[in-house]
């Protein structure tokens, strides 16, 4: 399989967008370790894609239409267009949209499938798309149920849409790289943030999604939901202290850190 290049210029185009994020936005203090892992999420990508493979039972390749909702700055979109993939993204943010659009050109894909727009309205066809990713996206989004219709009425009847979040019963932030109680109020949960030195005003940003909540959306949507549980990670084999008490909520509250879930679309879901 092909990989896909970065040139010096768009790699510190790259870097300068996730020092941003990581460092400014987030505060972290080993930030640099985080932008690099962005650099280099190419083979990562590509093990999220075969186990996703897996899952689907679908073997990505040509004739496929995979919409990416989020696509970011573009990683994801090459991950499947490199499988031969009839790729489409939507992805709100300008300067992400601008590094995404110079990553595709430097790769030799057309930009015509990309689009600067939200999720909660998108501006293809209905039931359009073979298979909806959409990776640590909604927790961002402006309206989680009209995000999620969208992404409904793009796919085609029975076939799938594949959503990765936090659940936000948890006591990990995975974006602030944090061991924050997220059942407590926003505003405790800031207060918190100020104590360590993190900013705050990217918490306000966040949809306190979980999977109870999205279980009763997606039974009112009319979707077949399956919820994929995966093994503990090799790090938590001896968890202590907090990763202790993140797999206890797990085991004993039925609460993953993150949630993972293929939809399918029936017929006559609307």
């Not at 085609?156 to 594949?162: F, M, Q, R, T």
């Amino acid at each position: 399989m092909a990989s896909f290049k970065i040139s010096e210029e768009n790699e510190k185009l790259l870097r300068d967008y996730y020092i941003k994020y990581y460092k400014d936005q987030l505060g972290i203090p080993n930030f640099e370790s985080y932008v690099q892992k962005r650099l280099n999420e190419e083979q990562s990508l590509s093990k999220r894609i075969d186990a996703l493979e897996k899952y689907s039972n679908i073997k990505f390749g040509k004739g496929q239409k995979v919409l990416i909702v989020g696509a970011g700055t573009g990683a994801e979109y090459l991950a499947f267009a490199l499988r031969g993939c009839d790729t489409y993204a939507i992805e709100p943010d300008k300067t992400a949209f601008e590094i995404m659009k110079r990553l595709l050109k430097e790769n030799n894909f057309s930009t015509k499938n990309i689009a600067q727009e939200s999720a909660e309205n998108m501006s293809f066809e209905s039931n359009f798309f073979d298979f909806v990713y959409c990776w640590t996206v909604l927790e961002h989004v402006e309206n989680v149920e009209c995000s999620i219709k969208e992404m409904i009425r793009v796919t085609k009847p029975n076939d799938l849409i594949y959503i990765v979040c936090p659940d936000y019963r948890q006591i990990w932030e995975g974006h602030y790289k944090l061991f924050l109680p997220l059942f407590l109020p926003v505003w405790l949960i800031k207060f918190i943030l100020v104590l360590k030195g993190r900013q705050t005003k990217f918490i306000q940003t966040i949809n306190f999604v979980n999977a109870k909540k999205l279980k009763i959306l997606f039974r009112n949507f009319g979707l077949i939901a399956l919820q994929i549980h995966h093994p503990y990670d090799s790090t938590w084999e001896r968890p202590k202290g907090w990763n202790k008490l993140v797999k206890w909520i797990q085991d004993n509250m039925e609460i993953n850190r993150d949630q993972h879930w293929l939809l399918i679309k029936k017929e006559d879901t609307v």
